[in-house]
């Protein structure tokens, strides 16, 4: 059964205060863009847990999952990446 | 085409657009009503990320840039006695309101754009120097850009009406992305 459309947590490697209150400054290994970051809402983590919430696009066949950010990623001019699929954790 | 402040009202009345905490008083014969004739001002939170100076530059190649700009600026909350911006010094602030343009069909989507007020353009002070527009399935505070092109320092408050937030119908329904806001007339946090 496809998960795209659902929503799931990220694993993210580094997870630290952001420049604003309401932000997290976090990095995510992605499939093929390397390690990317971004300032994710706080209503979107789970700080304790360095996880981020996601939606899934598309459920690729060993190439990763692709996934919407719920921000824009600095080194990237996409929200969309493709993450390694065991970074995933569902709701 | 730019939405009048009625059309700003109703468009909050029927949930095409969310301004929290809702503008008031909405009518122009109270003199702290944040609307004019075609926005509704947006007021500054309290706390300001100001950069520090330091031997290092930005190599927007690199990664990490989020964790590098945050560990390079230093959150600043603004006391009664107000924060002074220094001729020349650039600062992030945020708004006080959280926007929220829901993705809905048959043409009823809104954008926006954060502009200045003439009032603080005067002094020199911009709110934001590039990236004016909100798009379709926004969701949150704004991030100011702040700078002081004045030549004295200018006093910034918590709650000072900062900026104005200018509403326009968008032509045709935007193919929304899964994660965008869509439909809901309730944003989060606020239930």
Redesign the interface.
């Known amino acids: 059964m496809s998960a795209a459309g659902t929503n799931a947590w990220l694993k993210c490697s580094t997870f630290e205060p952001g420049m604003l209150p309401g932000e997290y400054a976090v990095e995510i290994v992605t499939v093929s863009n390397g390690t990317i970051s971004l300032f994710a809402p706080a209503d979107k983590v789970r700080p304790e847990q360095h996880l981020m919430r996601v939606q899934r696009l598309h459920d690729g066949n060993g190439s990763g999952v692709l996934v919407r950010l719920p921000a824009q990623p600095f080194e990237i001019s996409s929200q969309n990446v493709r993450v390694p699929g065991n970074n995933l954790v569902n709701e | 085409m730019i939405l009048s402040n009625i059309e700003i009202q109703r468009a909050i009345d029927e949930g095409r657009l969310i301004i929290f905490p809702d503008p008031q008083p909405r009518s122009s014969e109270f003199p702290d009503c944040p609307y004019n004739s075609t926005a509704v001002d947006l007021h500054l939170g309290n ?1 300001l ?1 100001v950069p520090q100076s330091g031997p290092y530059t930005f190599d ?1 190649r690199g ?5 590098f ?3 390079t ?1 230093k ?1 600043v909350t603004i006391g009664e006695e107000g924060y002074a911006l220094k001729k020349g010094q650039f600062t ?3 708004t006080v309101e959280r926007i929220t343009l829901p993705i809905l069909p048959d043409g009823k989507s809104l954008a926006a754009r954060i502009e200045g007020k003439s009032s603080l353009a005067r002094c020199g002070l911009l709110v934001h120097f590039t990236a004016p527009t909100v798009h379709a399935g926004f969701d ?2 704004l ?1 100011l850009e702040m700078i002081n092109l004045g030549v004295v320092d200018i006093s910034l408050f918590p709650g000072m009406p900062i900026a104005q937030l200018i509403l326009e119908a968008v032509v045709g329904d935007p193919q929304a ?3 965008q806001f869509q439909g809901q007339i309730t944003p ?2 606020t239930t």
């Not at chain 2, 990664?63 to 964790?67: D, E, L, P, Q, S």
């Open positions: 706390v990320a927007l990664t990490g840039i989020a964790k700009l945050s560990q600026s959150q992030l602030g945020g949150g505070t991030t992305n899964p994660s989060p946090g």
